[in-house]
């Protein structure tokens, strides 16, 4: 009982560690994409207006 029980926490560890590894390059990319998206909308809500009708 005491093997299943050490190697369900190995396994576990080895889990949480994978995760990990992939979760926080995630949340990088999620944040770069968001900044930039509202950089962007910022920046189109500062450009003058191009009038084309002249």
Not at 6 to 19: A, F, K, N, P, Q
């Amino acid at each position: 009982m005491q093997m299943i029980q050490s190697s369900y926490r190995g396994v576990s560890l080895m889990v949480d560690l994978g995760l990990d590894r992939i979760l926080i390059p995630l949340a990088i990319v999620v944040g770069l994409a968001g900044g930039a998206m509202i950089g962007a909308e910022i920046a189109q809500l500062q450009a003058p207006a191009i009038d084309f009708m002249r």
